[in-house]
């Protein structure tokens, strides 16, 4: 897999890598904040739910207790069992049932807890019905709702359930108590109490919560709320520890998670547990995670916002560049860069604008040079011009020189054929120093021929120097100025050539003793091919190799002209490709 | 260059400000909500009676289940008219109410309205259980006579609810089918001990005349009254039971109770007033009792058309009187006394309310109100108002008695009676029991 960062535009990456790690960052501040809140608020939850659950279920405790106490007391009240033992005549009877009546008429108004008591016996005097204490016959007693649980105990408490009297159906948890006396079973007293006070205390200060009273045996006594049925939770609570304590119910239906706090106390045998909707405690937390979530957003969007225009000022120099880069073009309109830049862009610009005009420099000599070179070509091919043909010519000449008997043209016409073999020399702009040599002494032995004894020459070279490279035909327009110009008014002329290393050079040097160069340009202009050919020589030098090697003419002190030639030492021609 | 960083830090700045006070904004505007209107409602608490603050009025009186219906009715029509003022009713019989009321007034418990018995109106005047009715209750439209009771050092402490006579119910349509013939207003004593006689011969077995009244208290007062022996109490606080007179009536009910014309102490002990089943006229049981002239529409709605009213029988005064039925007060430990009263107000004065409560606690003692009542009476009203028009005339001056003494008419004179309706004491005993036990009473 190639590195994006390698792929991708510089901006989308820029924009894309910092937003992703703004809303990772964000998203895993959000979710911690989230977990470890909720985390913390389900055991504070807990825990001061169970406090909550202890203190009411203490208070629960102590009025259920009272009952218990109140119904323990009254039962074994002296009235209570002699009325009970029915041993007395019509008119004791008549005036026990007043004083107990009376009596727990009075527990009845003191304790505002108390909705009415009712007492099962045998053959009771019924009381009126709107009172708030009632005789009963105990064959009713199997009807009620606590006669199930009477069964096995001497006492127990009955559910919650409707108790219907003169102010209508009211809700009523029932205390009912055996009286024995001698181990006799005389009768049931009921002590109702209002159901909706315990639900008050039950609910306590915070309306809206799940909680049961459940009694000894976990059977449910009230709810109030919507809390989870019966079976759902009885597995939960461990009845026979008296220790409260929660459990986090994993729900399955609708109503999902629940926390379940349940108070158990040593000195109670009542259970209290509330049901908490686990999205209800969390749902602060979420409300927090969603809250950092919301600024999280915003921030993202914000640092979106500044990202996009911080990428944008960081990559528009960069753009700029690269389309400036793109629509470059030799000599074309060039794209401006900004000049404002201060710091790196401005480098990278300023630099890249030296390198367009080191470019352009560069472009420009070389295109000069170019066009030199193939001026240089070009008249190397017009001096080339049918060479062969020439050649050819010159063979056909020279054998009608001989056949016409004229010795001497006939070797003017081989020398010739000799100078024009090395001037092609297949085309090569470089020749041995030997092969220049040789054209150059065919050249002199045609001019002595002309001349005469006149005209001589001198050529010093050493035998290792022979075997480097030259331009070719660079000695001939010196030497034919030099006998063309130089010589002109006289009759006889020295030319001496040199060949020597100077330094890593090739320096030769074309002494002649004519009239030197003043004469020469005072007089006749110059002969076309003879300047023609000098500054070819100049040309193709300069061309080829520039500074510092050229041609330097001057008068020598002694007469005559000095031509110095300066050339790099060549051991082998140089190839095509270097020019 | 520099500026335009400037104004992008500055950008971000205000971006970032403008979140954090988005978040804010819910909490502090919530914490100025709750601020602004937590003093207003404390100060509206404390100056003066809010005129909306909710406020729950605890109620409590006795009665059938007539009276009970027609209150809760009315409480009902308060509240929509006030819907700030709700009501905890507590109402039951008469059996143990002055029990229950006088252990909540003693656990400081007591309701903020309670109906009282112009009995014990005395007592809780001079306890100081009651307040003051002024100004919220206007006594102006109520009969001096009846609206004086309720009053104490020149203040109103509790409004007459309605006036009664104290009368007779017999089973009309029983009496028909066995062919005794009926009391008549202005009947007299001798009359009714003959009526009793005389129907001995018709009354199949299980039936009888009358309740035993051998040892009731109110009954022998109509018996004393009538026999020119004035008050059984003085207004100024003295036993004044004369003693032949008293025996002769509780030997005139034992000779009943011989003949089989009222029933045995146990049946009769088992009579419970009103109640559908254990009311023993209402069962068939007994032909007569006594009645206050606003109770007929309780029977009749346990039996229709079955029962009528009679004077109570006189010897050489009149038997009956009026009487204010009940009273309505105000308890000292009301945290609501402005509203309460303001209830009360409403309930003895308006319009409304006496439309809804009709006559269930006697013609209403408002004037006005009664007049109105009146006008378009049922059958049934106008028979209550016939017995309080016959009583009217020359009917005994009611008083509310001296303070003091309503232990003695609860529970000394009561013990007394079952005694004597079970047969243990003679009139006599009973006479000299009564006298000992008053003794702890004088003042």
Known sequence: MTNPFKKFRIDRLFFNSYATVLIIVIAVTAWTSYSNSSKALVQTTSHYQQQLLDELNNEITTRLVMIEQISLSSSRDNEMTHYLLNRQDEFERHRSRVGVESALGNLTYAIPLIQGIDLYMNNPIPSERQSYIQFRDINDLTRQVYAQCLDKNDFCWSKEYNLSSQQGEIPVLSFARKIVYNDDYLGTLVIHIKANEIRRLLTGNTAGSNRILADSEGQQIMKIGDPLEQNNWSQWVDLKSDKSGYVHIKGTGPSGNTLLVYSRMD????????????????????????????????????????????????????????????????????????????????????????????????????????????????????????????????????????????????????????????????????????????????????????????????????????????????????????????????????????????????????????????????????????????????????????????????????????????????????????? | ??????????????????????????????????????????????????????????????????????????????????????????????????????????????????????????????????????????????????????????????????????????????????????????????????????????????????????GNYFMYSAYQYAKGKGQVITDEGHFNVDQATFVEWAAQFEELRKEGLVPPADVNASDKEHDPQMDLMAAGKVLMRYSFSNNLGTWDSIKPGAYALVTMPRAEEAGGWLKPSMFLGVTNNSKHAVEAKKFVDWFVNSQEAGDILQTFRGLPANKEIATALEANMSDLDKVGLGLLRATEPDGQKWSAGAGGWTNFIDKDWVLVRDQLMFGKVSPEQAFEQLKEASQSYEK
């Open chain 1, 267 to 579: 000195n109670s045998i009542w259970t209290l547990i509330e049901f908490t909707s686990w999205n209800e405690i969390t749902s602060s937390s979420l409300k927090l995670a969603e809250w950092i979530g919301l600024i999280g957003l915003a921030a993202v969007l914000l640092v979106l916002f500044l990202t996009l225009l911080i990428s944008r000022q960081f990559t528009k120099p960069i753009k700029q560049l690269v389309t400036a880069m793109r629509q470059y073009s030799l000599g074309g309109e060039k794209v401006d860069l900004p000049s404002d830049y201060q710091n790196e862009f401005g480098y990278l610009f300023a630099g890249y604008r030296k390198q367009n005009e080191r470019i352009d420099e560069l472009y420009i000599s070389l295109e000069r040079r170019h066009e030199q070179q193939k001026k240089a070509e070009i008249e190397a091919l017009q001096a080339n011009i049918n060479p062969h043909f020439l050649y050819n010519m010159l063979d056909q000449l020279n054998w009608m020189a001989i056949e016409a008997g004229q010795e001497e043209l006939s070797r003017i016409l081989e020398l010739m054929g000799r100078m024009f073999r090395i001037g092609l020399s297949n085309g090569n702009s470089f020749i041995k120093i030997s092969d220049e040599l040789l054209h150059i002494q065919c050249y002199l032995e045609i001019q002595q021929l002309r001349w005469g004894d006149g005209l001589n020459y001198v050529i010093e070279t050493e035998p290792e120097l022979e075997e480097l490279f030259v331009p070719k035909l660079i000695l001939q327009p010196f030497v034919e100025n030099s006998i063309v110009h130089g010589f002109n008014k006289l009759d006889s002329g020295i030319i001496s050539i040199l060949m020597e290393q100077s330094g890593n050079a090739l320096r030769v040097v074309i002494d002649d003793n004519g009239s030197g160069l003043r004469q020469a340009e005072d007089k006749q202009p110059r002969r076309h091919t003879g300047g023609y050919g000098i500054r070819n020589v100049r040309e193709r030098i300069a061309g080829y190799f520039g500074e510092p090697f050229g041609v330097t003419l001057k008068e020598r002190e002694e007469g005559g002209t000095r031509v110095e030639i300066m050339l790099p030492l060549l051991t082998e021609p140089p190839s095509k490709a270097d020019f």
């Open chain 2, 1 to 214: 260059m520099i500026k335009w960083k400037r104004s992008l830090s500055l950008l971000a700045a205000t971006a970032l400000i403008g979140i954090l006070a988005a978040c804010g904004g819910n909490g502090e505007t919530k914490n100025s909500a709750d601020s602004a209107g937590k003093p207003a409602n404390n100060t509206s608490t404390e100056q003066q009676a809010p005129s909306d603050e909710p406020v729950k009025l605890r109620i409590m009186w006795w009665g059938s289940q007539p009276r009970h219906e027609a209150t809760l009715a009315a409480l009902d029509l308060y509240t929509k008219n006030n819907p700030n003022i709700t009501f905890e009713p507590e109402y039951s019989g008469m059996d143990g109410y002055l029990d229950k009321l006088s252990t909540q007034a003693a656990a400081k418990n007591a309701p903020d309205i309670v109906q009282l018995d112009p009995g014990w109106i005395p007592d809780w005047m001079s306890r100081g259980q009651l307040l003051d009715l002024a100004p919220e209750v206007d006594v102006s439209k109520f009969d001096e006579k009846l609206v004086s009771a309720g009053q104490l050092d020149g203040k109103q402490y509790a409004m007459p609810l309605g006036s009664v006579a104290f009368g007779m119910v017999y089973d009309k349509a029983a009496m028909d089918k066995l062919g005794i013939e009926n009391p008549q207003n202005g009947w007299t004593w001798d009359e009714f001990f003959a009526l009793a006689k005389e129907s001995k011969s018709k009354l199949p077995k299980g039936q009888y005349f009358s309740l035993d009244y051998g």
